[in-house]
């Protein structure tokens, strides 16, 4: 037998949760076809002796629709091991969708996302209609890592509706062109069909993105074409209500939808600081539906949600009237400005305001008045964190002083964490511990000037199993390959086995981590992003090429579009 590639004298986590061994894995054509002691040499090898070998990880939540047009590496995520990317959440796709409205699509993205409408209009080359076009035409983009994608219902619904999408129930005619394109996506290879309820999503001229507009009934009609063809996942960002009879009555229709549709069904949880209790009973809602017959599962995120702000990127002060004057100017301007004790009080006292109420359009959900005890200072990519509030006591100064003395010191770079959600962190572990629990809600592709969650994967790793020691690393591994994997239908991936596709990371586990994000334009136009690599990944190989080593790229693209199974391949 002859191999492209042989990782060699790795302790082999194959994903399962059983226990590590070591051996050589082989691969020959895409796929991994020996698991032992192989005796030929293969034109690659890679030398494992020191490292972990793991299936390539498995984010399930990301918006990277409009970024894999015009970035062939599929970052941040290939930097932390993610060989595979599930995209299209939350309601929001690029098809159906004519090129001459893609305006109906874009506006939703540009607000709810977060992402730049014009490196969007720069970056993508809308050469499709229909979802089965738009597949054809992500087929032949270079792709560094995997891709599967939903189908959009802000989409469907706008490509069927135009404008009236923003502001009206759908006709029974709208429906049944609705189902019909849905259908269509879903024989071509969409994995699933997203959604979104929830009042944090709207479009760019303030009006809830179309899925919202939906009634249930028109919910229910959708998902239940995929009950038909037996096939797809669904994906709902939850509709928000108070404690009470609105949230009991909510609760009601989705346990009847996800039992009685019998799909598997995906929502984010998260631990927000206004109802820090609300994960017990919607764990508690997930394990009473799957005794009925119900598949529904939290998508979770592995630690302190943080908006990642400096100098250099945004802050949450750039909105204000005397902050916007002097953040629009030069970096040199900004210095001599933020050192002139005039200025500088006349800032200190503009923030001031944000302390006492909502600071702006940022995350609508999740807007609070700044507390500079939430607000870290990145020292270091993994926590311990110091805040702001701690060093401006330290340094018996202000917190907004010290937010600007310390952009002074190290010429603008230093980075800031304010923190949104999961304050909680024995919360959060109960949640991951959690059996119906899938960890990843990276957004990779959204909100990109400020979040940096691709890296996820590392961080539990290094948090969750190498620090805090909640998970041992066969189960931890598990979490990020073989449970996404078998949740989302993978079924060709998330495990080291013969015959599988050869999607792995081979890893150092004494150091694998995130690095601290950098501010970049690398984006189409020059718009804003945050970069963000990894220590401690020695290689990720994607269907048997290895696409990034020792923190670079090789340049292969042997990433695919992964077809759902009613398509033919
Ligand atoms: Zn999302």
Redesign the pocket.
């Known amino acids: 037998m002859s191999f492209d590639v042989i990782v060699r004298r790795g302790m082999v986590m194959d994903g399962s949760g059983g226990p590590r061994f070591r051996a050589d894995v082989g691969i020959a054509d895409g796929r991994i076809t020996e698991i032992g002691r192989i005796k030929e040499r293969a034109a690659e090898e890679i030398d494992a002796d020191e490292l972990f070998v793991a299936p390539g990880f498995i984010d399930g939540?990301t918006?990277l629709d409009a970024q894999m047009h015009w970035d062939p590496l599929g970052t941040n995520s290939c930097w932390h091991g993610v060989t595979t990317a599930l995209m299209g959440?939350?309601g929001f796709t690029l098809a159906p969708c004519r090129a001459e409205e893609a305006d109906l699509v874009l506006r939703s993205l540009e607000q709810a996302e977060e992402i730049s409408r014009e490196a969007m209009l720069e970056g993508i080359d809308w050469q499709w209609e229909s979802f089965p076009e738009y597949l054809d035409v992500l087929d032949r983009l270079p792709k560094g890592i995997n891709y599967a994608t939903h189908v959009g219902h802000s989409s469907l619904r706008t490509y069927v509706m135009g404008e009236r999408a923003f502001e009206q129930a759908a006709t029974d005619d709208d429906l049944s062109a609705m189902t019909d394109q849905l259908d269509l996506a879903l024989r071509a290879g969409a994995f699933g069909f997203s959604t979104s309820r929830s009042t944090s999503h709207s479009t760019a001229d303030g009006h809830p993105v179309a899925s919202r507009l939906a009634t249930w009934g028109e919910v229910r009609r959708l998902v239940d074409v995929m009950t038909s063809l037996g096939t797809g996942i669904f994906q709902l960002d939850h509709e928000k209500h108070e404690p009470g009879e609105g949230r009991v009555e909510y609760n009601a229709r989705l346990r009847e939808l996800v039992v009685e549709s019998g799909r598997p069904t995906f929502f984010?949880m998260t631990i927000a600081p206004a109802e820090p209790q609300l994960w017990r009973e919607r764990l508690a809602f997930v394990d009473a539906a799957a005794l009925d017959g119900g598949r529904i599962h939290p998508q979770v995120n592995v630690h302190e949600h943080f908006s990642t702000e400096s100098f250099r990127s945004v802050l949450p002060f750039d909105h204000l009237p005397r902050w916007s004057e002097i953040r629009r100017l030069p970096f040199n301007e900004q210095r001599l400005r933020l050192l002139d004790s005039s200025i500088r009080a006349e800032l200190v006292e503009e923030a001031a305001q944000l302390s006492a109420r909502p600071d702006g359009p940022t995350v609508p959900a999740n807007q609070r008045p700044l507390n500079y005890e939430e607000i870290v200072v990145f020292e270091t990519a993994t926590a311990p964190y110091r805040s702001v509030a701690d060093i401006a006591r330290g340094r018996r100064t202000s917190p907004v002083e010290t937010m600007i003395d310390l952009a002074l010191e190290s010429d603008f770079d230093q980075l800031f964490g304010r923190k949104l959600l999961n304050f909680d962190l024995d919360s959060l572990c109960e949640v991951l511990r959690h059996p119906r629990s899938v960890i990843g809600v990276s957004?990779t592709g959204?909100h990109v000037t400020r979040v940096v969650d691709s890296s996820y994967t590392t961080r539990f790793l290094a948090d969750w199993v190498r620090t805090r020691e909640v998970f041992d690393w066969e189960q931890g591994i598990r979490m990020l390959t073989s449970i996404p994997a078998h949740r989302y239908g993978f079924t060709d991936r998330g495990y080291i086995r013969e015959g599988l596709a050869a999607d792995m990371v081979i890893l150092d586990p004494a150091t694998v981590g995130p690095q601290l994000p950098t501010v970049s334009h690398s984006f189409p136009t020059g718009a804003l992003s945050l970069d963000q690599k990894a220590t401690g990944i020695a290689a990720t190989i994607v269907n048997g090429r290895v696409h990034i080593r020792d923190g670079e790229a090789t340049g292969a693209s042997a990433g695919r579009l992964l077809r759902g199974p009613l398509a033919d391949r």
């Open positions: 939540h918006h959440n939350c984010m957004d959204a």
